[in-house]
């Protein structure tokens, strides 16, 4: 078992709002659920994932300010914020964790402002796409960089 092991998922904007969203976009699962399976995931790689939501961007910049304290590594899905907030994105930097990008849905095959992010210069990886299994691609690179990082 890692000693740093603890992965903070950050969802930001509309991401409560999983199940009123396009199931043909988002998948079929809400909010709950998804953090459930995100949760189970994380089980089977022995990590241990904890979770915050919130739909204000400075309560998501005041939360990566502490997240230090409680997280070895971030898995975030800043949901819209993805493609604007250079706020989060300095956030996501002063916290200087391992941290991958996540998004539910393609964004690259989406409407063109989804094309951009100013966020995944400062992450290891994007995953987009893959739904629900995205976090799952997500945790496994992470424990994979908190177990290098521990040799
Ligand atoms: C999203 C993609 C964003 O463009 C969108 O604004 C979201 C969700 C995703 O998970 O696919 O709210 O981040």
């Known amino acids: 078992m890692l000693a740093h092991n603890r992965i903070a998922v950050l969802h930001g904007v509309n991401l409560d709002q999983l199940g009123r969203r396009d199931p ?7 909010y709950d659920r998804l953090t459930q399976r ?8 022995e990590l241990s994932a904890q979770f ?3 739909n204000f961007e400075g309560e998501l910049v005041e939360h990566l300010h502490r997240v230090n304290d409680i997280a070895d ?6 949901g819209a914020w993805t493609h604007y907030s250079y706020a989060i994105r300095d956030a996501v930097e002063i916290a200087a964790l391992p941290t991958v ?10 409407e063109e402002f989804r094309r951009n992010s100013v966020i ?11 739904g629900v299994d995205g976090y799952r691609s ?9 177990a290098a990082a521990a040799n």
């Open 101 to 110: 990008e996540v998004h539910l849905s393609d964004v690259q095959n989406r």
């Open 38 to 45: 995100i949760g189970e995931y994380a089980a089977e790689l």
């Open 24 to 30: 043909a976009i988002y998948g079929e699962l809400d």
């Open 73 to 78: 590594a971030i898995i975030i899905n800043p």
């Open 138 to 146: 997500a945790l496994e690179v992470l424990r994979d960089n908190l």
């Open 52 to 54: 915050f939501q919130t």
């Open 120 to 130: 995944s210069e400062i992450c290891l990886m994007t995953v987009s796409g893959q």
